[in-house]
Nanobody, 114 residues
């Protein structure tokens, strides 16, 4: 069973936008806080944003004001709206519980380049 299915990545110019989607197995979606993470080549995976039960949302300082995390309960999907993208946002983006408890999915590649 696929627990996390990420999609929506692509190539975008600096200043552009992308919306990532993560379809999550229902049991995980209903019972855990969910986060978006990313890993650039040669670096460790890092947390980008998290949506916590009760409505609390957390963002890494590097994406505050540019990224928005939100969920659609009917579709058991968590999204990451990314605006004003920068070259340093280039990475493979993943979702998982927050903190991460499950195996990682395939991720979705985001490339920000002119």
């Amino acid at each position: 069973q696929v627990e996390f299915a990420e999609s929506g990545g692509g190539l975008v110019q600096p200043g552009g936008s992308l919306r990532l989607s993560c379809v999550i197995s229902r049991i995980i979606f209903n019972n855990y806080d969910i986060g978006w993470y990313r890993q650039a080549p040669g670096t460790q995976r890092e947390s980008v944003a998290a949506i916590i039960k009760g409505g609390t949302i957390r963002y890494d300082e590097s994406v505050k004001g540019r990224f928005t995390i939100f969920r659609d309960n009917a579709k058991n999907t968590v999204y990451l709206q990314m605006n004003n993208l920068k070259p340093e946002d280039t990475a493979v983006y993943y979702c998982n519980t927050w903190p991460e408890l499950y195996y990682w999915g395939q991720g979705t590649q985001v490339n920000v380049s002119s």
